[in-house]
């Protein structure tokens, strides 16, 4: 069945294309920021959200969500944490930071840059991750851990989110992938 016969309730072929590669890219980056040392094992730098920043422009909400549970997925099984909770703090920021970052992209578009979407979903996958932590690990002693957690998480989204401006400007690949999702 060509694309433009579609029903309407049918995915387009593009949307799930984009997602694959941008779930093998997450997977590759997952791999690099799992080399990367950590402060803290729960603390890293994100690197592996590149792929979810650069798809808040370009997958349909289900798609992006699917790619969101690869990135949680991969990374849970690179590092070897799919069956602790750190897989549980990863998948609970994760998803909740995508949502966000999803609705705020589409409910404001270009006035929320891609710096401050990522910004805003380092923000919120740290928030939830430390009430989990507060309420599993941790308890009162989050308060000690919040401070360099998300200053990490501010510096590291604002420095993704430069990135993805600038890849996204150019790169061709970026530019193809816009108008498969746009059409």
Not at 10 to 22: F, H, I, N, T
Not at 110 to 132: E, R
Not at 144 to 150: D, G, H, V
């Amino acid at each position: 069945m060509a694309a433009s016969t579609l029903p309407p309730t049918e995915p387009k072929k593009g949307a799930a294309d984009v997602a694959a590669l941008l779930g093998a890219f997450c997977f590759f980056l997952s791999a690099i920021e799992y080399m990367v040392p950590k402060p803290l094992p729960f603390m890293r730098l994100g690197i592996a959200n590149l792929p979810l920043l650069l798809a808040t422009d370009l997958l349909p909400l289900p798609w992006f969500l699917a790619l969101a549970l690869v990135k949680v997925f991969g990374m849970s099984v690179i590092s070897g944490s799919l069956f602790s909770y750190v897989a549980l703090f990863s998948l609970a920021g994760t998803l909740t930071a995508a949502l966000v970052m999803w609705f705020v992209r589409r409910a404001f578009g270009s006035l929320v840059s891609a710096v401050g979407v990522s910004i805003l979903g380092a923000v919120i996958s740290n928030a939830v991750q430390m009430v989990i932590g507060s309420v599993l690990v941790f308890g009162e002693a989050v308060r000690f851990i919040a401070p360099p957690f998300l200053a990490t998480g501010l510096v590291t989204g604002a420095l993704l989110g430069v990135f993805a401006e600038r890849f996204a400007k150019r790169s061709r690949w970026y530019a193809r992938a816009r108008r498969i999702s746009d059409g």
